[in-house]
């Protein structure tokens, strides 16, 4: 019988630390308690349907340094508060610290009441009713708008229909150009029937589109993730960021059955943005109606917006002032990592402030 190789001391030492972090792992969640997320204060200063308008605070007081307030309009498909995940880690604290006055819409939890909501009214009523609630608030007539992935998207075509009440835009992760052959995610779209499957379901649950995204890398955020959480199981702080992640990725609402069967056959088959076919309702969305200063924000290790999903953005709007800003991060460390997320918010708010 061949000798075997394996000093059985040292897996019994491995064992024995990998319990002892297993268990300080344990102590840590017990102590934390219930995740908490949104940690800059903020102000609700307007609601339409489930959507509620948000003015963040900094030291009790909003920001004033910058003139015009800044919206994000962030996914239907995640809840916003990845741009506020915790101290250290979050551009809204980050863009308050340069002076930016921002704001933000919470998109909420639509329920079976809201099946029938389209892409017009998530348009051109709840977001047209929270930019009339800042600019009432700010006394303004134009607003600056950052929208997020597929908030950005929803950016871009109301700056096209409504060109006269944003003064500047910036995008980050959005995907234009969804028929990119590295674009796994649009590939999988396209392979459904979506009108059948709303017909079916009414509202599309969050929790089948959740597991969508995870699927397009089964690995890395699946068993990998886990794996290095049991390596990390006793750092107190950076299981406090997992289990916050663990919640945000989780946290998946329903989606409107018209609004995402419309958003699928109009951007996912139709690509109609770099075809400029759009139509929203009775709105003809045009991209080379816009004229505003634009700054793209791009991931370039984004598996679910490639990098070239978002730089045709580049010829397709009417733009002088368009910049591209490349981070070396992922779809989501853009906004997480703790000098990512500084640095990106800090590049956003200087852009806008050399524009007034």
């Keep these: 019988m061949a000798e075997s190789n394996v000093d059985p001391t040292l897996s019994a030492e491995q064992l024995l630390a990998l319990s002892e972090r297993l ?40 920001a004033s340094t910058q003139g015009t307030p800044l919206l994000v309009v962030y996914a239907l498909v995640n809840r916003p508060y990845m741009m506020d995940l915790q101290p250290g880690r979050s551009v809204i604290e980050s863009l308050l610290e340069n002076g930016v006055d921002t704001w933000l819409m919470d998109w909420g939890y639509p329920d079976a009441s809201d099946q029938f909501h389209s892409l017009s009214d998530y348009l051109f009523h709840d977001l047209d009713t929270m930019i009339d609630a800042v600019c009432d608030a700010c006394g303004t007539e134009r607003i600056n708008l950052l929208g997020v992935c597929q908030g950005g998207v929803f950016s871009l075509c109301y700056t096209a229909a409504r060109p006269r009440r944003i003064a500047n835009l910036v995008t980050m992760v959005t995907p234009v150009d969804f028929h990119t052959p590295d674009n796994l995610l649009a590939s999988w779209v396209r392979a459904i029937d979506v009108d059948a499957l709303v017909d079916t379901l009414g509202n599309v649950p969050g929790s089948l589109l959740n597991f969508s995204f995870l699927a397009l890398k089964p690995f890395a955020l699946g068993a990998r993730k886990y794996l290095e959480m049991i390596d990390n199981a006793d750092d107190a702080e950076r299981l ?17 059955g018209v609004a995402f069967a419309e958003f699928a056959r109009t951007f996912f088959h139709d690509n109609a943005l770099v075809n400029a076919t759009a139509r929203i309702g009775d709105e003809r969305i045009d991209l080379a109606a816009i004229e505003q200063p634009l700054l793209n924000v791009i991931a370039d290790r984004d598996h679910l917006v490639p990098p070239s999903a978002s730089t045709p953005l580049a010829r397709l709007t009417a733009s002088t002032d368009y910049h591209e800003h490349h981070v070396d991060a992922g779809h989501i460390g853009l906004f997480v990592g703790s000098r990512t997320s500084s640095r990106v918010a800090t590049t956003i708010a200087e852009w806008l402030a050399a524009r007034g």
Aim: charged share 25%; glycine share 8%; aromatic share 8%.
């Design 23 to 62: 268990g300080a792992g344990f102590r840590h969640a017990t102590e934390h308690g219930a995740v908490e997320v949104d940690p800059t204060p903020r102000e609700a200063m307007a609601h339409a349907g489930k959507t509620t308008l948000y003015r963040y605070l900094a030291d009790g007081a909003p």
């Design 240 to 256: 406090a960021t997992f289990l916050r992640m663990e919640k945000w990725i989780h946290d998946s609402p329903d989606q409107a």
